[in-house]
């Protein structure tokens, strides 16, 4: 279990994956060449590939580097237990399908001393025109909470006061931490020098899965924090839709977000957080 007095300037690396034996190794190697001191926590859920094989490899091979541990569920509640596990002052997020420039956490550690909560720039590779798309913003106090967990970090104290990742969301689980961290009084800093690689979706149907559960999760923000709407660019919003590949992005997140409403019911995700949490003992 994480200690309860976190070690000064150590960074937790937390990571949840599902089947991705793909990208791991990739991504692993690239966290090898950061900034020390760090720690790599890799929380598992039931993947069915070579992706434990990996890791437990790294393990072995890189003593002290990784460790690995084993949550079924949602993404928040596996990175609530991988933070539950981490030793450090601070917890970086990165995903599975990513890679980490090689100062990726020398940046976010500078930014961390001045700030409780640091977001970095994520570039996609691949060659699909539907992986440029950008982020739909949304802001909370003059900052945009839509940086997502594949490049961003905290202050465990400050993640910990939060309660965590809310493990009720499909999706934007990320987005709920930010807007609650911010609300809490905090800050939330965009140093672009803090560089990840996100692979992109290998098909178009995939991506449009993405967008429906992406469209999903912006309805249970709505039902937790109240109506946002008018807190998005929405001309912005609608002046950037210029391809067939923006609109149908756009649509397949509007069905998300209908289906969310049609079929939510008693399931709304209100201001409490729930008991379980994957952060207690």
């Known amino acids: ?23 791991l190794g990739q991504l692993l190697e690239s966290l090898l060449a950061q900034e020390a001191p760090f720690e790599v926590v890799l929380v598992d859920s039931e993947s069915r590939d070579r992706t434990v094989e990996i890791a437990e490899q790294f393990a072995r091979n890189h003593a002290g580097f990784l460790r690995l541990v084993h949550r079924p569920g949602s993404r928040g509640l596996g990175r609530n237990a991988g933070v539950r596990e981490a030793r450090g002052e601070f917890v970086a997020f ?32 691949g060659k699909p025109k539907y992986g440029q798309l950008e982020r739909v913003e949304l802001f909370e106090k003059g900052n945009d909470v839509t940086f997502p967990t594949c490049n961003l ?22 987005i709920d931490l930010n807007l609650r961290a911010v609300e809490a009084g905090g800050s939330l800093v965009y140093d672009a020098e803090a560089l990840v690689y ?21 309805k249970q923000l709505t039902e937790k924090h109240g109506n946002l709407w008018g807190k998005y660019r929405l001309r912005r919003l609608m002046t950037g839709q210029r391809s067939a590949i923006s609109w149908a992005r756009l649509l397949a997140a509007l069905g998300g977000y209908f289906f969310r409403v049609t079929t939510g019911g008693g399931r709304r995700v209100d201001r409490t957080m729930p008991r379980r949490t994957g952060l207690e003992a």
């Open 153 to 174: 970090a905290y202050r465990r104290e400050l993640f910990l006061r939060l309660g965590g990742f809310d493990p009720r969301f499909v999706t934007a689980e990320d």
């Open 94 to 125: 990165i995903d599975g399908d990513c890679y980490a420039d090689r100062q990726w956490l020398q940046v976010l550690r500078q930014g961390l001393r001045s700030s409780p909560v640091v977001a970095g720039r994520t570039l996609t590779v």
């Open 198 to 218: 996100h692979h992109l979706r290998t098909t178009f149907v995939r991506f449009l899965v993405q967008a429906f559960w992406n469209g999903y999760g912006r």
């Open 1 to 23: 279990m994480g200690s309860s007095d976190p070690a000064p300037g150590l960074i937790s690396v937390v990571i949840t994956v599902r089947n991705e034996e793909l990208h």
